[in-house]
């Protein structure tokens, strides 16, 4: 049976236009310290490392590597990592942090994007390559290729499965509204087919509870990210002013929300060899 062909890469790039969550580096170097605080004590970051199989005496190229949430476990352990990214501030925390864990030696930043031209950076081709929640372009197929380029045996990525990750679907549901869905995993799944490979898909469970330093932050914070209009963001400060308590946590007084925040990232894996 002949099936009709489809065009994902170009379906891919048809479904950017609508999409504005894709920020620029200013935005990514002042988040840089938050993911610095979360970096290393992750649940999703054990469940990445230990699906990826990384195995003993490997290279590791991390693309798209934040303050190192992948990458100073895996150099804690001997593992030679060069990591990418388009953040200079997330750069530079995570040496900052591999200086005082004592495996900087082993860390090799590249002040890098997705959408540039690699080769006068000289990623090297490492054993394994990972894009952890990082594949933020509009051209998703030419980012995998690059990935595939550059590793010898095996490719992990991970992408949204339903809602945009920045989303908290409680707070959605509190202002009345529908979620918007962005399938990425699927586009990736079948540009994979089409180039040739036999991917394997599991699915992470990530909660995370966030902090604020007081109601007001949590209420600004939320309404950049929702951008609510004059109802939804009556709703939004009546859901805060109800759920949101003070904790103690090690850097001191904070707000949280009574609900943890879950995000579902699909983890995507393929095998040079397709086995």
């Not at 031209?117 to 000289?122: K, L, M, T």
Request: glycine share 6%; proline share 5%; with cysteine.
């Amino acid at each position: 049976m002949a099936y009709p062909s489809f065009d994902w890469a170009q379906a891919w790039r048809d479904a950017q236009q609508d999409r504005n969550d894709i920020e620029r580096e200013a935005f990514w170097d002042k988040r840089a310290p938050s993911f610095l605080h979360g970096a290393g004590v992750s649940p999703y970051a054990d469940t990445f490392l230990d699906w990826a199989g990384v195995r003993p005496g490997e290279t590791v190229f991390d693309m798209g590597c934040g303050t190192g949430t992948l990458s100073r476990p895996l150099a804690a352990e001997g593992h030679e990592v060069w990591c990418g990214d388009f953040s200079a501030k997330m750069l530079e925390l995570m040496m900052q942090t591999a200086e005082e864990e004592g495996t900087a030696d082993l860390i090799h930043p590249i002040k890098l994007s997705w959408d540039e031209d690699w080769e006068p950076h000289d990623v090297p081709v490492c054993d394994v390559a990972f894009a952890s929640r990082s594949v933020a372009t509009d051209d998703m197929q030419g980012a995998l290729l690059k990935l595939d380029a550059h590793a010898r045996r095996r490719v992990c990525v991970t992408l949204a499965t339903t809602v945009s990750p920045r989303h908290d679907t409680v707070l959605l549901d509190a202002i009345g509204r529908t979620p918007e869905k962005h399938y990425d995993y699927m586009y990736c799944m079948n540009m994979l087919w089409e180039l040739g490979k036999t991917p394997e898909l599991r699915f992470i469970n990530s909660p995370k509870d966030d902090y604020y330093d007081s109601p007001e932050e949590a209420l600004e914070k939320n309404t950049g990210i929702l951008k609510p209009n004059e109802e939804e963001a009556a709703l939004l400060k009546a859901y805060i002013d109800e759920h949101l308590y003070q904790c103690e946590t090690e850097e001191g007084p904070q707000w949280r929300f009574d609900h943890t925040r879950v995000t579902n990232w699909a983890f995507v894996s393929w095998n040079q060899d397709g086995l």
